[in-house]
């Protein structure tokens, strides 16, 4: 038996959100004793992370093919656990497998196995968590980046092995790809994040939030009127219709707080709301708050931050 | 063109939400369900446009019991032809998935839609797992849909702001996203046409549940929020730092 896990490209220094997954599938591995078997596009020793076997492949960003050599290598290394990443291409893969394979899903997972070897996920868009058990012989979990953390695990030497598999009908084709000329910090996987809402009066005033992101090092979010009003674009609009994320720190400027607005962000660590009227709702989600205009407050945060980066 | 549109029903986001029986169950008490408003706002009126210039029908489908009737009636007042619940107790994913796809094998439907996810369990996983068991092609997350004869072109949101542009083949199962379509408000025609308009009930298929759901838990609540004077930016990141040790 063997624990399974999949990342479809890899680099020699893996982002964060791979090592958080790495070391959590390492973790679980370790706990049953089991060798953790990477499946990824490149040939890399990752040993640090606890991976006693990668198995190398091409072409794994294309989905019918991830989904055959996850099916085939699961099999193969006869996986009791597969873990994916709760990305984009993991929210099309892990449920997939999890029909080929009937073998029960946790999407999103939250949390490691408990003792019991339920697994915590997010529901009711944030507002609760729910411990699911998986009935099936083969378990998949899906993780929720910046979730868990990075776990401490031994290393251990990685063996190599390639895989082969038939190529498969592909019915999904990517005619192009249309990327932002100035692609910021990804939001979803983003650690800090600055977002800003109806407060800040028009679209030519963000240039203060984003001078705030950029001393921190933080991705730009924005409220859902302000997405709707196209002073931003709608991949930043976070909350219940848009992206739902859970960075360490949230920093909310001219939000109110709607439940719906609350539903994308109330995951986050720690949430800090600037906002001019003191009863708005967001306080009550907020770990600290300043009561002011964004106007006079952010450029003082900013300065302060740099006092901060610079000591 | 014939679509089925797979919908489901969630508790309004404004609900309060707790639970019961030792945190294993939610408490629906006074809780108003609606229509999903991924199945509603993009994957069933999308469905309607795109029959309403090809041509074609539109079938709205749940599983779950007789408390389903009413987010059907409703998607029958927005403009679907038909309904069907298949009455089940929805017990998980993969169960749900297995009722719809032994369902469609039954007809010759073109396209699939789902939401993109229900706003209660936020799973994102009955779409895809219904192409995995059909062995249909899968789009998940789609936020534009059009159809030509042999292929639908879609677009989807990536990472970052990045917008791909898909085609794919049918027959396909969409999980539909923000943008794809406008909220219909149903109006009185549609709402007295609903009542008159065939609402089928089916046994549910044999299949089983892979997953449980145990228990519930609230998050910790906020300990309450701290008031740093908006004089003193230097206070923030002094706590940003040392107490949160967030930076």
Known sequence: ?311 | MNFLVCISKVPDTTSKIEFVENGTKFNEEGVQFILNPYDEWYALVRALELKETLGGSVTVLSVGKEDYEPILRKALAIGADGAVRIDAEPLDAYFVAEQIAQYAQTKSFDVILVGKESIQHNGMQVGAMISAILDWAYVPLATSLNLADKTATLTQDQTAGAVATLQADFPLVISASKGMAEQRIPNMKGIMAARTKPLEVLPSFSAEALTAFVGYELPAAKTGCKMIDADNMQELVRLLHQEAKVI
């Open chain 1, 1 to 311: 038996m063997s624990v399974l896990v999949f990342i479809p490209h890899i680099q020699e220094n893996p982002s964060k959100a791979q090592v958080e997954l790495l070391t959590y599938s390492a973790h679980i591995a370790q706990a049953q004793n089991l060798p953790l078997v990477l499946l990824t596009g490149q040939k890399i020793s990752l040993g640090a992370y606890g991976v006693d076997k990668l198995v190398q492949l091409a072409n794994l960003e294309q989905m019918e093919t991830a989904l055959l050599a996850m099916q085939t290598l699961a099999k193969q290394e006869n996986a009791s656990t597969i873990i994916l990443g709760w990305d984009d291409f993991g929210k099309a893969l892990a449920p997939l497998l999890s029909a080929k394979l009937k073998a029960g899903l946790v999407a999103g997972a939250i949390s490691l196995p408990n003792a019991e070897g339920l697994v915590q996920k997010a529901v009711f868009s944030g507002k609760a968590f729910v411990s699911i058990q998986i009935k099936t012989a083969i378990k998949i979990i899906a993780l929720m980046p910046n979730s868990v953390g990075v776990q401490t695990v031994a290393e251990k030497n990685t063996a190599f092995a390639e895989l082969t598999v038939q190529t498969p009908a592909i019915r999904v084709r990517v005619v192009n790809v249309q990327k932002p000329e100035h692609a910021g910090i990804s939001l979803q996987d983003a650690e800090l994040v600055v977002s800003a809402g109806r407060g800040l009066k028009a679209p030519e005033n963000w240039g203060i939030v984003e001078d705030l992101a950029n001393a921190l090092g933080a991705a730009t979010a924005c409220s859902r009127p302000v997405a709707d009003a196209h002073w931003r674009p709608h991949h930043e609009h976070v909350g219940q219709t848009g992206v739902a994320i859970r960075p360490n720190l949230y920093i909310a400027v001219g939000v109110s707080g709607a439940i719906q607005h609350l539903a994308g962000v109330n995951n986050s660590k720690v949430i800090v709301v600037i906002n001019n009227d003191s009863e708005a709702p967001f306080f009550k989600a907020a770990n600290y708050g300043v009561v002011g205009d964004a106007f006079e407050v952010l450029p003082k945060l900013t300065a302060a931050v740099k006092a901060f980066k610079n000591q």
